[in-house]
């Protein structure tokens, strides 16, 4: 099978500096890594270390049911109710475009979450939560990593790097919540519903975004075989 690696950006991503600040020792992903080994619950493709989990999950995005609003229940969305660390070349990019960005979006190394939500989320007339960076990306016709921090692109995927070239794809799931700082899958209806398409196949243009051209495709084959 063709190699796959992580692009030039993500590599960066991963390899940089923690948000100013964090003196944390970090979660403690090599653990996880030979519990989920020696469960067989990793299969390598293409030189990635994948988490089957992504392989079995549905997934779409369901903005509607998880806006933060009376009535939403126990939903919990990326937008409203995870913080999103940035790092200090996210917090430039950002930077470039504050003009266009609403006031208070910088919170401690983070986004700010101002009433509940990120700072830099609006509510659409048809109440479903929207990413403001999303749609500027759009308007100015570049790729959404060049304005929007990492975290947000990949959600609810997650790339840990190993060091020496070795790196793991796994996703918000019940065995990683914990080590990211989310809620439980259960909580979010985009990751909870068995109706929804194959992860692979909805975030497939990600995925190759993330490690080059024909990833989702492999993670496919290997996800029906
Ligand atoms: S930056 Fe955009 S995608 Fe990220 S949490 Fe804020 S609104 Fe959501």
Redesign the pocket.
Known sequence: MKPFTPNHRLRRWLGGEPPSGDQSQGPDWDGWLLRRMSLGEIVTVGGVLVDRAVLRQRFACVAERCAPRSGRGPWRS??AD?E?ALDASEHRRLSRVRRELPQGWEGEGC?ARPSG?????QIDRAGQ??????CLARERGVDRSEI??L???L?PLIVVDFGEGRCALTLVSKTTHRLVGAFPPPRYPCLSDDRLPPLPEALKGDLDWAFGKGFARALDRVRKA
């Open positions: 990326c937008c995870v999103v986004l939500r990120c700072a830099l989320s939560i929207r990413c403001v960076l999303h929007q921090p975290s947000c692109r959600f």
